[in-house]
C-alpha cells in the first residue's frame, strides 16, 4: 500500500483565501484522523471519522474550519476564510479499529498564509 | 484529563551511546502507549506500540518500556547513530471508547558523528 497520501505537499495562501486540504488513507483503514502541528503546542487533534462519520470534532478551532469524508478513500479539510495564525503543518493519519493497532500519517500539507 | 510530558526537550550525544528518552503521563487508565519518530520535513512514523498489560517491546536497538502505575514511560536506544537524529514523540491512548492519542512535545534528538 502506498501509505496515508495527503495533498498539497505545501501552501502558500493570502489571508481571507479558501484552503483545502487533501487526504487518502490506507485501504480498509476505517479511522480517519485529521491533526494540526505547530512549534508552540505540538500535535493537535482537529477530528477524527469512523467508517466515514465524525465522531469528534471538538479540536476544530473554529467556524471556519471544517472537514468531509463523502467515502472511505478521501477527506478535506478546508479553512475558510483563512488567517495567518492558521499557518501550520496539518497532518491526516489513519488506523483500524483495533486498539492494538498503529496509526500511520501522511508526510503532511504545509500551510502558509500570509 | 491527560497530559503527557516528555523529558528532555532536547538531546545531544555523541554517536555510539545508549540513551533513555522519557515520557511521563498523568492518568494511569491507559489502553497503550506509543512511540513515534518525527524526521524534518516529514510525518510520523511508528517505532513501538505497548499494551497497558506489557511491560515493554523491542525492536531492534529500541526498547520502551511502560510503567502504568507510575505513569512513566522510557524509550531506549542502544549504540546510536547518526540516523537515528530525529524528534521522537510518545503518545498514550485513555481506556474507553475514545480514540483521541494525547501526545508529548517531543525530545529533539542529535547524535554526532
Known amino acids: 500500500d502506498a501509505g496515508v497520501i495527503q495533498s498539497p505537499r505545501h501552501e502558500v495562501t493570502e489571508m481571507g483565501q479558501e484552503v483545502t486540504l487533501r487526504c487518502k488513507p490506507i485501504?480498509?483503514?476505517?479511522?480517519l484522523f485529521w491533526y494540526r502541528q505547530t512549534m508552540m503546542r505540538g500535535l493537535e487533534l482537529l477530528i477524527y471519522?469512523?467508517?466515514?462519520?465524525?465522531?469528534?470534532d471538538s479540536g476544530m478551532p473554529e467556524d471556519r474550519f471544517s472537514a468531509k469524508m463523502p467515502n472511505a478513500s478521501f477527506s478535506t479539510l478546508k479553512i475558510q476564510p483563512s488567517e495567518p495564525r492558521d499557518s501550520a503543518v496539518y497532518f491526516c493519519a489513519s488506523s483500524l479499529t483495533t486498539g492494538r493497532n498503529t496509526i500511520y500519517f501522511g508526510e503532511g500539507s504545509w500551510l502558509t498564509v500570509v | 484529563k491527560q497530559e503527557v510530558t516528555q523529558i528532555p526537550a532536547a538531546l545531544s550525544v555523541p554517536e555510539g551511546e545508549n540513551l533513555v528518552l522519557n515520557c511521563s503521563f498523568t492518568?494511569?487508565?491507559?489502553?497503550?502507549l506509543q512511540w513515534f519518530r518525527q524526521d524534518p520535513g516529514k510525518g510520523l512514523t511508528s517505532l513501538l506500540l505497548?499494551?497497558?498489560s506489557q511491560r515493554e517491546q523491542t525492536s531492534g536497538r529500541l526498547n520502551a518500556s511502560l510503567d502504568k502505575s507510575s505513569g512513566r514511560s522510557t524509550l531506549y536506544i542502544a549504540a546510536s547513530q547518526p540516523g537515528d537524529s530525529a524528534t521522537y514523540l510518545c503518545a498514550v491512548l485513555n481506556a474507553g471508547n475514545n480514540r483521541k492519542l494525547i501526545w508529548g512535545l517531543g525530545t529533539s534528538l542529535a547524535v554526532n558523528p
Open positions: 471519522f469512523n467508517n466515514n462519520v465524525p465522531i469528534d
Open positions: 505497548i499494551q497497558s
Open positions: 492518568d494511569s487508565a491507559i489502553y497503550n
Open positions: 485501504s480498509g483503514h476505517d479511522y
